[in-house]
């Protein structure tokens, strides 16, 4: 006797789902609930078990093809003869020829039909209130890579302390108070009181910067490894649920509110380090700071998290990964945020980094 495999409801709204790989020929011999194959819908890869035990007589979709909920799969000849039409049982028999008439139910795919009875109802769960305080040392503890401490929390942000003069004095000449602020801290005085005089100190140090920025010589360069292939760019095709995956992360930047995080990095040992460099004769005309090491250590860890340096070709159905990185730096200028690009950064040497970050600025 023939019977027909359709691919089952795998979760509520998939419509369709590709076949992974076979795990059965036509010709093989299964048991019931034996694996026959691994599928995969937009939301996991499923394996199938056997709803029957017979012969394998036809597989109707090959790998890589996409077959729709409710359409055949796999056909088995299993033993029995075909049931012949029976005659209308009568009412008190309805029940026990429904019970005989029952296909092998597969677990996890929803009951077998059945009219006894009607479905138990669950009871309902009273809620209980929680106060405002509850409720968010509840998020707190739930979420505590996101909590804060209080004090910090609780604390006012200070704007920078000067008079209303200077601080329109700056606003005229384009000079950031914060900025300002930032680069006059000490430890002794975390809020240094500025003056029309700091500012004007601020306005000669930037334009002794842009005009060394003018003189310099072009970046050189070292010489970048070639690629095994030859490629600039490696492309990854996609289907199943990483594909449904890009489509809904593509859908969710025009509709879903995006959260910026803010980790605290203790950067004692590279603040040694920059000090060193520093202090290396051979290396003081090229000013290495902070974000030189910082622009450095992205352009070394990319290659070994080559997702993070892709993007999304939706046209293709492809992630796109780049061998090369052109790194953007965010700059606040009287233009508003711009961010300028170092092209090919992970060929530049730390001191020609820091270097191409001077001609940025």
Excluded at 123 to 149: F, I, K, L, M, T
Aim: hydrophobic content about 45%; charged content about 25%; aromatic content about 4%.
């Amino acid at each position: 006797m023939k019977q027909e495999f359709l691919l089952p409801d795998l979760g509520e709204g998939l419509a369709e789902a590709e076949v992974v790989q076979w795990l059965v020929a036509v010709g093989d011999t299964v048991t019931l609930n034996q694996t026959l194959a691994e599928v995969e819908t937009a939301k996991a890869v499923v394996e199938l078990p056997s709803p029957y035990e017979g012969t394998v007589s036809v597989l109707h979709a090959q790998a890589g093809e996409t077959v729709e909920v409710g359409a055949p799969l796999i056909a088995f000849e299993v033993a029995g003869e075909e049931p012949s039409v029976p005659d209308a049982p009568t009412t008190g028999d309805a029940e026990s020829a429904l019970e005989e008439k029952a296909e092998p139910n597969l677990v996890g795919y929803g009951a077998a039909p059945s009219s006894r009875g009607r479905p138990a109802r669950r009871a309902r769960r009273v809620g209980v209130a929680v106060s405002d305080a509850s409720a968010e040392e509840a998020v707190r503890a739930a979420a505590p890579h996101d909590a804060v401490a209080t004090a910090v929390v609780d604390a006012p942000l200070e704007r920078p302390r000067s008079t209303p003069p200077v601080r329109k004095y700056a606003k005229d000449q384009g000079v950031d108070l914060v900025l300002l602020s930032a680069e006059m801290a000490t430890v002794d005085d975390p809020a240094p009181l500025i003056t029309r005089r700091d500012v004007d100190a601020y306005l000669a140090r930037i334009s002794e910067r842009s005009t060394a920025a003018r003189d310099t010589t072009p970046v050189e360069r070292t010489p970048q490894a070639p690629l095994p292939s030859g490629e600039r760019m490696t492309r990854i095709p996609i289907r199943g649920v990483r594909k449904h995956t890009a489509e809904a992360m593509v859908r969710s930047a025009f509709t879903a509110p995006h959260v910026t995080t803010f980790h605290t990095v203790d950067v004692t040992d590279t603040m040694a380090l920059i000090a060193s460099l520093r202090a290396d004769r051979t290396l003081s005309e090229h000013r290495i700071g902070p974000l030189a090491v910082v622009a450095k250590a992205v352009c070394l860890t990319l290659p070994q998290y080559p997702g993070l340096n892709a993007f999304w070709d939706e046209s293709a159905g492809e992630i796109v990964q780049n061998h090369f990185v052109d790194l953007g730096i965010a700059a606040a200028t009287d233009r508003g945020l711009i961010v300028p690009v170092i092209r090919e950064a992970q060929s530049l040497s730390l001191p020609a980094m820091a270097d191409a970050l001077r001609v940025l600025a």
